[in-house]
């Protein structure tokens, strides 16, 4: 079985751009994780959905953020517009429990 | 005071030695406990999680809780250089996971 896939793996782009991350969680899994992880924050979680309804959204740093889940196999999370402190490694993660996450490999993104 | 510390390290071990890593949580109410494996450039993997007191044993790795001390602990039996990566532990509270901020474990040959 394929596991949780992201795209795009790199991102480098310029402040005040639009930037959106895509992730697909692993087939059946009904719980989805967006993290964002620094040097100096470590893992942080910015939002998580329950059969594609957001439960819980407190972790998303300021309207600049936004996340959607549309149906159950695709999620995006949006920057408008990015700035340089946003630059991160962005993790999704699914679970079928909730309990047990299971991450993807992550999309380093660069804001200049 | 941090939800779930752990000593960042780094720690270093030899190889054959075992390796232990600890965590302490705040939250009394914590029900389910996590162990990642981190390697540098890569995602948190899911190696160990442990819901009662106690021992869990898997391979070469061993999860101990105590809940009465808020601790959970990692530890690594026969360690080899593969296991050098950041081991992150993770508590279940309420309805989301909240990380520490890792331990840098190396295993020198």
């Known amino acids: 079985d394929a596991g949780v896939i992201q795209s795009p793996r790199h991102e480098v782009t310029e402040m005040g751009q639009e930037v959106t991350l895509r992730c697909k969680p692993i087939?059946?899994?009904?719980?989805l994780f967006w993290y964002r992880q620094t040097m100096m924050r470590g893992l942080e979680l910015l939002i998580y959905?329950?059969?594609?309804?957001?439960?819980?959204d407190s972790g998303m740093p300021e309207d600049r953020f936004s996340a959607k889940m549309p149906n159950a196999s695709f999620s995006t999370l949006k920057i408008q517009p990015s700035e340089p402190r946003d630059s991160a490694v962005y993790f999704c993660?699914?679970?079928?429990?909730?309990?047990?996450?299971?991450f993807g490999p992550g999309t380093r993104l660069t804001v200049l | 005071q941090k939800e779930v510390e752990q000593n960042s390290g780094p720690l270093s071990v030899p190889e054959g030695a075992i390796a232990s890593l600890n965590c302490t949580y705040s939250?009394?109410?914590?029900?389910?406990f996590f162990w990642y494996r981190q390697y540098s450039g890569k995602s948190p993997e899911l190696i160990m999680f442990?819901?009662?007191?106690g021992d869990k044993e898997d391979g070469r790795f061993t999860a101990q809780l105590n809940k009465a001390s808020q601790y959970v602990s990692l530890l690594i039996r026969d360690s080899q250089p593969s296991d050098s990566a950041t081991y992150l532990c993770?508590?279940?509270?309420?309805?989301?996971?909240?990380f520490g901020s890792g331990t840098q474990l190396t295993v020198l040959p």
């Open positions: 993660a699914s679970s079928l429990t909730g309990n047990e996450q299971f």
């Open positions: 087939s059946g899994h009904n719980s």
């Open positions: 959905f329950n059969n594609n309804v957001p439960i819980d």
């Open positions: 939250d009394r109410g914590s029900q389910s």
């Open positions: 442990i819901y009662s007191n």
């Open positions: 993770a508590v279940l509270p309420g309805r989301q996971l909240t």
